[in-house]
């Protein structure tokens, strides 16, 4: 099956410090999504994205479809953007979501 | 709107009994899936729901695990003689895609299952 490998697996930084998340995967894909897991378990979409840019206030995403990999830019953190970071994918012809194993983000204030 | 919603949000049983997770998608999504998390396994797909085609089982782990969706819309995933190891937390999610089209999952808040 295909694979996704995030990277990298812990980020520490300071309030204010901008941050990339990268998600490399096996196969071309259908969908790709990025989430972010809040310290209560909830999974919440950030972006819906398997090609190209999207920007949504200080976060922002962009997938190269052709070199197999995703960035999820964060800018200006705040501590409320501390929590697990999980790029899924959804490969052509297979209608469900194969998870990275996530980035854990940790904002200090 | 209202999002997905799952039920119990916590549920902790005995090893060896049936429990049953709700989960009520979408209104007009015809897509649903169900993932559970567990510690050491991440996030893994276990059964997907699209319109009124037989469902893709192909993630359920052994055949303990059973899963329906009445009238296209809320579904429940049975788990017999529960075991320690299925201890984990049961996501579901819904979506407007149409099969062979794409489109964003939302999920629900889950549910915490512990076997003890």
């Known amino acids: 099956g295909i694979q996704v490998e995030q990277s990298p697996p812990d980020l520490i930084l300071q309030e204010g410090a901008n941050s990339t998340l990268r998600c490399n995967f096996s196969d071309s894909v259908n969908n790709l999504q990025w989430f972010h897991q809040n310290p209560w378990g909830q999974l919440i979409n950030l972006f819906y994205?398997?090609?190209g840019t999207k920007q949504n206030g200080r976060l922002s995403a962009t997938t190269v479809a052709t070199e197999r990999y995703s960035l999820l830019y964060i800018s200006s953190s705040q501590t409320t953007d501390s929590g697990v970071y999980f790029c899924a994918v959804e490969p052509w012809g297979n209608e469900k979501l194969t998870f990275g194993t996530g980035t854990r983000l940790t904002i200090i204030p | 709107g209202a999002g997905v919603s799952q039920s119990p949000s916590n549920k902790v049983t005995e090893k060896g009994k049936d429990v049953e997770l709700r989960c009520d998608p979408i209104?007009?999504?015809?897509?649903l899936y169900w993932y559970r998390q567990s510690l050491g396994q991440g996030l893994e797909f276990l059964i997907y729901f699209q319109g009124n085609s037989a469902p893709d089982k192909s993630g359920l782990p052994s055949d303990r695990f059973s899963a329906e969706r009445t009238g296209g819309s809320v579904s429940t995933l049975t788990i017999q003689r529960t075991q320690q190891e299925d201890s984990a937390v049961y996501l579901c999610?819904?979506?407007?895609?149409?099969?062979?089209?794409?489109?964003?999952?939302?999920f629900g808040p889950g549910t915490r299952l512990t076997v003890l």
């Open positions: 209104s007009g999504h015809t897509a």
């Open positions: 999610a819904s979506s407007s895609s149409s099969g062979g089209s794409s489109d964003t999952q939302y």
């Open positions: 994205i398997p090609s």
